[in-house]
């Protein structure tokens, strides 16, 4: 899913460049053609998206997989016997992680999109090696930090999916954005080539998170066990945690054109304790997961030892 999710930063990209192009042309003609194009793929999507299935001449009941030659059981593939009723907004919010992780990326996001709209205006106004770029280069330049989110996102999943730890793996990126977020503030300026590094490495740690809670962890979620298979919480689950983003990417860009006035330094130092906060939300399940792995391996040691046979002689 963090392949699936690059998406996003490559629309950012896109975006940005597209933006900066028409730039020369006047600040109207960034706004118009982007709307225009997304206008003509709003069109294509309502024309050639299938709604379901069985709109393309596919059932569903047809071809279903099998594994070692028995067919997988009904209820894991055939939830049409029985009528799931949606889950509600409040009992959607009840579902254990569901808060920590809405909570968390309402501060993730706050710090997402605080560089994606004011990462262009604040290159233009910093002087990178003595010299100040114009607003096209800016706007050029802004874009590795989506660059640098892809990667994030791809890397994050990787890993979660190889320790199997989403909690773990989300903190430790949004810690990591803290020294990045620093280091990027006070050293970015030396030279283009340190400020291209330190950008690439804040976007991969920033939205490496991001790119976690919104795909694989809004799914693990939205299919909890407390649900008892009720396939309809998805959405609703999903709604919740990217709402709240969401929020907080509003409110990001917006404490900062406030801020912004006082100093830069007071700017990154908001999105420094936003990624703190970020962190410690997920703290609990941090923990959980921490001790699940620790006692994990010690139940598999217990059993080996009951097994052997110097415990079965005495």
Not at 19 to 45: D, E, K, Q, R
Not at 71 to 98: C, H, Q, R
Not at 171 to 196: D, E, K, Q, W
Not at 258 to 276: C, E, G
Request: glycine fraction near 10%; proline fraction near 4%; charge should be neutral.
């Amino acid at each position: 899913m963090g392949i699936w999710n690059a998406h996003t930063s490559m629309g950012n990209i896109s975006g940005s460049l597209m933006a900066s192009y028409f730039l020369n042309y006047g600040w109207g003609w960034s706004m118009v053609v982007p709307g225009f194009i997304i206008t003509f793929v709003g069109l294509l999507v309502f024309l050639l998206l299938p709604v379901d299935p069985e709109s393309v001449q596919v059932d569903r009941d047809e071809n279903k997989p099998n594994k070692m030659g028995l067919d997988i059981t009904k209820p894991l593939l055939n939830n049409t016997t029985k009528k799931e009723s949606p889950v509600g907004f409040m009992e959607a919010w009840k579902i254990p992680g569901v808060a920590p992780y809405a909570c968390c990326l309402f501060f993730a996001k706050l710090v997402a999109y605080t560089f994606l709209y004011w990462l262009p205006f604040y290159i233009s106004h910093t002087a990178i090696d003595g010299e100040y770029l114009s607003n096209q280069a800016a706007g050029n330049l802004s874009t590795l930090f989506d660059v640098g989110g892809v990667v994030g996102g791809i890397l994050a999943g990787h890993i979660s999916d190889r320790l199997n730890a989403r909690a773990i793996t989300a903190a430790t990126f949004m810690y990591c954005a803290i020294p990045a977020l620093y280091l990027y503030r006070n050293y970015g300026h030396i030279s283009v080539t340190i400020n291209v590094v330190l950008m690439l490495v804040t976007g991969m740690f920033i939205n490496g998170p991001y790119a976690l809670i919104t795909t694989a962890v809004s799914t693990d979620l939205g299919t909890h066990r407390s649900l008892r298979g009720n396939s309809r919480a998805l959405a609703t689950v999903t709604a919740i945690i990217d709402g709240t983003g969401s929020i907080g990417a509003a409110i990001g860009p917006l404490l900062t054109g406030y801020i912004s006035n006082q100093s830069w330094t007071a700017v990154f130092t908001m999105l420094m304790v936003a990624a703190f906060v970020a962190g410690l939300f997920l703290t609990r399940l941090v923990v959980a997961e921490i001790s699940t792995k620790w006692q994990d391996p010690r139940r598999g040691l217990t059993a080996g030892i009951s097994r052997s046979p110097v415990v079965e002689q005495v």
